[in-house]
């Protein structure tokens, strides 16, 4: 294999972390992976032990106020230390052979625009960039002739099954269910942001972690893979499945339904993104299904879980419904972990923005700008928070959720 030269935004969290395993382990396989650019959030000492580490030409924190630690911490290292806006998407646009977009949030959507645009092929972990902006996004990939590759589990697993996509009839999305997959109304009502996060399955960062709890996670994917694999949303079904073993399967025309099965690892989706068209050796345990022995499915319980519903009604609203839908997620999820409403507040105060948008003069907006997904990001956390002040029942309890 050639010199594989990538960069990876969200260095210091989950999926970062991860990366950075492959690409140690590859290296020492005799694997030649180049780092170009490792950017974070506000972490600066995380992220200039991962510099020192992965040797990256340059290293950026978002957080401004964190640039004097980063510059301190890399002094000597010849590796280039950098901050803010501006930054990140100038480190962003230099050449590389995989773009890793990994930030949580719609915060990563303008460095994943600046790869895009400067035609750096995507492994994109970041799935509001194409919640909140996938014709762009899209539009953007093609002008420039670069690949998405997904580096959600789900929809690398539906990747390596789609094939040509010839005769497709379906696709689905499984989940693990998550903490809350049997708890009843009332232990979610007093859910604390701890709990929410205590995934099953996976070791994902808080927020991530709560959005699996209410389900909205899969949700998003939903949405994802919609645009990602031009599919309608009413020809993809989510699929409980507590073991996550299977992660997502293609189902054609004549009765076959092709699954991809692995240990529920993010270094295998990771690998295959960075590594692609060629697999990359990993550590990740290797799967025994005789050990496993059995592997269960279910339904989503709608009732309890009402992320996915929401999913494709902001979908039906065109393409700001799923801006409000990611944006008024964001901010009630902000406010559960600040003890500011209780966990059964999260979908409720969700749809409550879906529809006060739906009947609003900005409907109709149809994204064709960044500027345009930046507005409806706002007003989607002023509906959402609206939402939450307007409710009788902040508890997050019950009542709450059954009114």
């Not at 040797?55 to 000597?76: F, S």
């Not at 697993?157 to 996509?165: E, V």
């Not at 010839?166 to 997959?181: N, V, W, Y």
């Not at 009332?186 to 808080?206: L, Y």
Request: net charge negative.
């Amino acid at each position: 294999m050639s010199i594989r030269r990538v960069s990876i935004y969200g260095s210091t969290g989950s999926v970062g972390r991860s990366a950075a395993d492959v690409i140690l382990h590859a290296r020492q396989q005799g694997i030649p992976f180049e780092v170009v650019a490792l950017a974070a959030g506000r972490n600066a000492a995380a992220l200039a032990d991962q510099a020192l580490e992965l040797r990256p030409q340059i290293a950026v924190i978002a957080d401004e106020t964190q640039y004097p630690d980063l510059k301190t911490r890399l002094a000597g290292s010849g590796i280039e230390a950098a901050a803010g806006a501006a930054a990140m998407s100038e480190a962003a646009a230099r050449p590389c052979d995989r773009f890793l977009a990994a930030i949580v949030g719609a915060a990563g959507l303008e460095s994943t625009m600046a790869a895009a645009n400067a035609g750096n092929p995507l492994a994109l972990a970041n799935k509001e960039s194409l919640v909140c902006a996938g014709s762009i996004l899209m539009q953007a990939a093609r002008r420039s002739g670069v690949s998405i590759m997904p580096v959600d589990s789900e929809h690398s697993a539906i990747f390596q099954c789609i094939g040509d996509g010839r005769s497709l009839e379906k696709l689905t999305l499984t989940a693990s269910g998550g903490p809350f997959r049997e708890a009843s109304f009332e232990t979610m009502a007093q859910a604390t942001p701890a709990q929410a996060a205590a995934h099953p399955r996976w070791n994902m960062g808080q927020k991530i972690s709560i959005d699996s709890a209410t389900l909205m996670n899969k949700a998003l994917e939903l949405i994802e893979a919609a645009i990602l694999f031009d599919v309608e949303a009413s020809r993809i079904d989510v699929l409980v499945h507590p073991q996550s073993i299977i992660h997502g399967m293609a189902h054609f025309t004549d009765g076959s339904v092709l699954a991809q099965l692995g240990n529920p690892d993010m270094r295998t989706p990771i690998s295959l993104a960075l590594g692609w068209p060629d697999r990359l050796e990993t550590t990740v345990d290797r799967l025994d299904l005789g050990r496993i022995g059995r592997l269960d499915f279910e339904e989503v319980d709608t009732t309890r879980f009402r992320s996915i519903e929401l999913a494709r009604m902001a979908f039906g609203l065109g393409p700001a419904g799923p801006v409000i839908l990611n944006s008024a997620n964001e901010s009630v999820v902000s406010a559960f972990v600040g003890g500011q409403c209780g966990f059964l507040d999260i979908p409720r105060a969700v749809e409550a923005a879906l529809e006060r948008f739906s009947s609003s003069e900005f409907a109709s907006t149809k994204c064709t700008t960044l500027d345009e997904v930046a507005f409806l990001d706002r007003f989607g956390r002023t509906l959402a928070t609206e939402a939450l002040q307007d409710s009788p029942g902040r508890a997050g309890g019950r009542a709450a959720w059954k009114g």
